[in-house]
């Protein structure tokens, strides 16, 4: 079973991209806000810029919810080779092993099978 590993991230790397998801939808917006403070006969181009930002901030939502499906259908695939090379899901416990054939005969059971079978 492969596990997907996740480097740790450089810090300019987690800075850069939470001012790009968060700071700049937030900046669209405290831009159409000060157009309608600035002159409030403006308000269409204000409505377009909030407007506009919260588009950004629903992308980066959607973007990050794909993203992680992928991860999730990693993570399936990785179970279902857990499972058929052992025969159990991995978060199941490990059950005791089954009594095989063999055993049933030696034990008398295939003997009162048989029994019934032969009248």
């Given amino acids: 079973m492969s596990q997907t590993q996740t480097s740790p991230r450089p810090r300019h790397r987690l800075t850069t991209l ?31 810029l909030i407007g506009a930002g919260l588009s950004v901030s629903l992308l980066n939502i959607l973007y990050r919810m794909g993203v992680d499906g992928d991860v999730d259908r990693v993570t399936e695939e990785d179970a279902r080779d857990y499972y058929d090379a052992h025969g159990r899901w991995p978060d199941e416990p490990q059950r005791p092993p089954r009594r095989s054939d063999s055993n049933a005969i030696s034990s008398g059971t295939a003997s009162s099978s048989s029994s019934t079978s032969a009248r």
């Fill in 18 to 48: 939470s001012a790009v998801r968060y700071g700049l939808p937030a900046l669209i917006v405290l831009v159409g806000i000060v157009f309608v403070a600035v002159d409030p006969s403006s308000w269409e181009g204000a409505a377009g």
